[in-house]
């Protein structure tokens, strides 16, 4: 716990008189106290000029169901705004390829689909974030952390978080994303073979999301994960479900919660994702105009 202070007051200092931080504040603020819940026809008129990532030192949140896509517009964002991505699943699974007590100790919880204990999370989160400051990194964006107020309880006493983006999908997609995920034995590359094409009801939008299929030399190399099993999946919802709303409510009542529904896949929810966040991504507009 005292590695943690340690590491994350230097990191709040260097950040709070960045650009980004008030003009996040300000946008989050507006929504009364309740944090912005933004429809996806619908945003708020920007009140500042929109900047560019070099301007930008945030310290931001992911929140959102396992199968989600934290980390996939996690990592998005990490590059657009050059602050380090750090994924707690991430940090588990680099403990679980060592050997030792507690890898074995995780490897039982995870093939169980039981969420590891706050101690554990908060150990591994403040070892990376001691080797990132011996790196010179500054600003973060979390994802996966924190999943209870206990964990929010610690970020607050020690840092300010200024957005907490909460990702939101329907639990029937999830669960066929999640089972539908595929890892390469040799490159570890995550793929998902899933195709998931669902019509509106009564005049509401649809949802398409293509899968993400794996180049020729890996095709013959995928794997399942160990916990992507339908009795597995099903059972991380219902816990995520129970101890997800109590967070949601303590960033919520700070007036820094941003809810976003996935309108669909990648190509459709980046864009928006970027809007909802008054960002602009140079590089995607030139792959769309080309």
């Not at 940090?91 to 039981?114: H, I, W």
């Not at 539908?180 to 998931?196: D, H, L, P, T, V």
């Not at 996935?262 to 991504?281: M, Q, V, Y």
């Amino acid at each position: 716990m005292a590695a943690l202070h340690r590491v994350l007051r230097p990191l709040a200092a260097a950040a709070t008189a960045t650009a980004s931080r008030r003009a996040f504040c300000a946008l989050v603020s507006d929504a009364g106290g309740r944090g912005p819940v933004i429809p996806l026809k619908h945003h708020p008129e920007p009140s500042k000029q929109q900047q560019q990532p070099e301007d930008r030192n945030v310290q931001w949140v992911f929140l959102g169901c396992p199968g989600v896509g934290k980390g996939t517009y996690a990592s998005r964002l990490s590059h657009l705004l050059g602050v380090p991505h750090i994924a707690t699943g991430d940090l588990v699974r680099d403990e679980l390829a060592q050997s030792g007590s507690l890898a074995e100790q995780l490897k039982e919880m995870v093939n169980q689909g039981k969420l590891v204990p706050d101690e554990i999370i908060i150990s591994l989160l403040s070892k990376r974030l001691e080797n990132g400051q011996l790196k010179g990194e500054s600003g973060f964006i979390l994802d996966g952390f924190p999943r209870t107020i206990k964990q929010a309880e610690i970020l607050e006493d020690v840092t300010d978080i200024d957005l907490v983006i909460n990702l939101k999908l329907r639990e029937d997609v999830l669960v066929t994303k999640c089972l539908g995920r595929r890892i390469c034995s040799q490159c570890g590359g995550n793929f998902n073979i899933a195709s998931i094409n669902i019509d509106g009801e009564n005049g509401g939008p649809g949802m398409y999301m293509a899968p993400l299929l794996p180049p020729p030399h890996c095709a013959s190399k995928l794997i399942t994960r160990a916990d992507d099993t339908e009795e597995v999946v099903k059972e991380r919802l219902r816990i995520y479900s129970d101890m997800s709303q109590p967070v949601e409510g303590f960033y919520r009542a700070r007036g820094k919660l941003l809810e976003f529904n996935l309108p669909g896949g990648i190509s459709e929810s980046w864009p928006k994702l970027l809007e909802a966040l008054n960002l602009e991504d140079h590089c995607h507009k030139q792959r769309a105009a080309a």
